[in-house]
């Protein structure tokens, strides 16, 4: 089945802590991206990644990093997680970015206390 | 600043009824708009995509349209189901060859509740 995984589906973690949400996808796609989603600000871009090895930034990259070693593989950093981190985070996937068909997981709820 | 507005924020309406959403962007240069249907909690599904040739997109009981001109795109559900229910957000993304390739941007989402 064609799908993106994201793991963890729930986080709750502690300031400061480094952490990593992993995002998989089974479907050789080159484009992949991070969205994060907050009440009343809809889906923000964090970082995306046109294939392997280039990666550029979003709308709203502070705070994360991210790595595309393989193509289907597109990790989520966050080097020193902060309270205002606590967000529904979304990885997507799609054949060729900007005119195919995009492919959302299913979330990760990160708290930062 | 590229942005993308969608109305009405919220929408009520009656099972088997018609509804239509809207969705204006400033994005530049345009290269396609997507139209997703996010469940609550769930990752959003694509519905339809278009690009600057398009004008309009069917699938099943959605039709999107598409004024490049005007910029403007519209998302009209036929008769309505209880599983629409749910938010309906409009994205558009940027040609490859500008320095922001890859990039898109989000409406913030019309938030649909069919009642029976």
């Known amino acids: 089945e064609a799908q993106v995984t994201q793991n963890p589906r729930y986080l709750i973690t502690v300031t400061g802590k480094k952490l990593t949400v992993t995002c998989s996808q089974n479907?050789?796609?080159?484009?992949m991206s991070w969205y994060r989603q907050d009440p009343g600000l809809g889906l923000r871009q964090i970082y995306y990644s046109m294939n392997v090895e280039v990666t550029d930034k979003g709308d709203v990259p502070e705070g994360y990093k991210v790595s595309r070693k393989e193509k289907r593989n597109f990790p989520l950093i966050l080097e020193s997680p902060s309270p205002n981190q606590t967000s529904l985070y979304f990885c997507?996937?799609?054949?060729?970015?900007?005119?195919?068909?995009?492919?959302f997981g299913q979330g990760t709820r990160l708290t930062v206390v | 600043k590229n942005q993308v507005e969608q109305s009405p924020q919220s929408l009520i309406i009656l099972e088997g009824k018609n509804c239509t959403l809207q969705c204006n962007y400033t994005v530049s240069p345009f290269s396609n708009l997507r139209w997703y249907k996010q469940d609550t909690g769930r990752g959003p599904v694509s519905l339809t995509i278009?690009?600057?040739?398009?004008n309009t997109k069917s699938n099943g009981r959605y039709t999107a349209t598409l004024d490049a001109d005007t910029k403007q795109s519209s998302l009209h559900i036929t008769a309505s189901q209880l599983s629409d229910s749910a938010s309906y957000i409009c994205v558009v993304s940027v040609l490859a060859y500008n320095t922001n390739a890859g990039k898109s941007t989000f409406g913030d989402g019309t938030t649909l509740t069919v009642k029976p």
């Open positions: 479907m050789n796609h080159e484009y």
């Open positions: 997507a996937s799609s054949f060729q970015g900007l005119h195919t068909e995009a492919f």
């Open positions: 278009m690009t600057f040739s398009e």
